[in-house]
């Protein structure tokens, strides 16, 4: 396993990351346990969720499989704040300071852990000021309970005003940040990862596999998987914004470098994005054992000049064929 600094923090992280949304929820708990096991045996080091996720199962299933296993103080253990928890009452949400230190401690239960690795704001939200958010943050910092701090999904002007303002008022500043990024939504190459790279933050890729498009199992010929998330498409008009017909043009592209390799069509994407410059650790998110042996295999899919001209041609640097980085996600991430 090759191993990464998260930015300028000096902590080394594997070159996947294990994305833990499907725990606890599609993926049940006994194999979700197996999974993280076989992850960190493998070498896999970091971990990811969040609590909006499954509405807090995925974090408790995560922290009692670390429980189980003994090794929750070899792991760098992710997770953010910012999405919807409950219906009912409108403060339930958001990067607020009451919302932030109220959910950083229900995470630190459902984890059973008393601190949090890197804890993330999950989008931005631009009608609170940044430094109402930093000032939460730090204080879970300087409390013990979170050593670093990072985002998602931001934009680079909203990153570097978050600079700014932690110069000004002397607050920790975020380090990594989390946006979507594969082979059929590069616009993160235009402005926000020479914005990272300058600053020194973490790249944290969610969605290298653009949420299954690119590992191979959909086909133009042929019906939707059943059991895919894109055969519910029908009734989701995000999901139908994403399977535009030009990713099978791109698909059916990669098929023969990918043979030429002898890799899966999944292992060449992932081994495409960790290999990108700026790239920290992407992160990966197997429902099954099998998804993530594949996973696994991409690390050793080497990538040449040639590979990236001949993708360059298929998808252009900065261009975007399916939109992952969408801002009308909404504020109450009901969509991820």
Request: charged content about 25%; some cysteine.
């Amino acid at each position: 396993m090759e191993y990464r600094p998260l930015g300028r923090t000096g902590v080394q992280v594997s070159v996947l990351c294990l994305g833990c949304m499907m725990f606890g929820g599609r993926t049940d708990p006994q194999d979700s346990y197996a999974i993280i096991d076989r992850a960190l045996d493998a070498g896999i080091n970091f971990l990811d969720t969040a609590n909006v996720y499954s509405r807090g199962r995925s974090e408790e299933v995560t922290g009692e499989a670390l429980k189980r296993n003994g090794k929750r103080h070899q792991v760098i253990l992710a997770t953010k704040v910012h999405g919807r928890m409950a219906d009912d009452d409108p403060n339930a949400w958001g990067n607020s300071r009451r919302h932030i230190i109220e959910q950083c401690e229900a995470s630190l239960r459902r984890l059973q852990t008393d601190y949090i690795d890197l804890y993330q704001i999950h989008r931005p939200q631009p009608g609170i000021p940044i430094d109402e958010t930093l000032r939460a943050l730090d204080d879970l910092i300087r409390a013990g309970k979170v050593r670093y701090i990072g985002t998602s999904t931001f934009a680079a002007w909203q990153l570097v005003e978050s600079l700014w303002v932690a110069k000004e008022l002397g607050l920790n500043r975020f380090v990594c940040e989390q946006p979507p990024y594969n082979l059929l939504d590069r616009r993160i190459e235009r402005e926000l990862l020479p914005m990272l790279q300058t600053y020194g933050f973490g790249v944290i890729p969610w969605s290298p596999l653009a949420g299954g498009l690119l590992t191979g199992k959909y086909d133009r010929d042929k019906p939707l998987p059943p059991d895919s998330r894109f055969a519910q498409a029908k009734d989701s008009p995000w999901l139908q914004r994403r399977l535009q017909t030009r990713f099978y043009d791109v698909v059916e592209g990669l098929r023969p470098i990918a043979a030429e390799k002898g890799c899966s069509l999944a292992q060449l994407a992932l081994a495409w994005c960790m290999r990108q410059p700026g790239i920290t650790s992407p992160i990966i998110g197997p429902r099954t054992m099998e998804q993530l042996e594949d996973n696994l295999g991409a690390i050793d899919v080497t990538i040449s000049d040639e590979d990236r001209e001949k993708i360059d041609e298929l998808v252009p640097p900065g261009s975007m064929i399916t939109p992952f980085y969408e801002a009308d996600f909404g504020p109450h991430l009901h969509r991820i």
